[in-house]
């Protein structure tokens, strides 16, 4: 069992940077591969990026490309999402989520994902 609280977001313009935070308490943080989804308005949830529980692998969605950085530090049990160049476009509900199944690949779908935070709005807006 997991608890995960999402943190950092905010208005912003187009091209600004963010970094989202998501702080894990109540089990063991580096056993857990963490990613990243969200939600935009009137659309479905999806797969933003993944980290491994020791941060040596990461996995992203396309729509990323190259702006988005996935970190993690297990000493402060914190996942970190950088957004840079951001658009409007990306606005967006952002969740972080624990996996702590070792599936052989990572984990890019909602389903194999156990624990989930409640999310923070990223707005991005001119």
């Known amino acids: 069992q997991v608890q995960l609280v999402e943190s950092g977001g905010g208005l912003v313009q187009p091209g600004d940077s963010l970094r989202l935070s998501c702080a894990a308490s109540?089990?063991?943080?580096?056993?857990?591969?963490m990613g990243w989804f969200r939600q935009r308005p009137g659309k479905e949830r999806e797969f933003v990026g993944v980290?491994?529980?020791?941060?040596?692998?990461?996995s992203y969605a396309e729509f990323v490309k190259g702006r988005f950085t996935i970190s993690r530090d297990n000493a402060k049990s914190t996942v970190y999402l950088q957004m840079n160049s951001l658009k409007p476009e990306d606005t967006a509900l952002y969740y972080c989520?624990?996996?702590?199944?070792?599936?052989?690949?990572?984990?890019?779908?909602?389903?194999?994902?156990?624990?989930w935070g409640q999310g923070t709005q990223v707005t991005v807006s001119s």
């Open positions: 989520a624990a996996d702590p199944t070792l599936h052989g690949r990572l984990p890019r779908r909602e389903g194999e994902y156990d624990y």
């Open positions: 109540g089990s063991t943080f580096s056993y857990y591969a």
């Open positions: 980290i491994t529980r020791s941060g040596g692998s990461t």
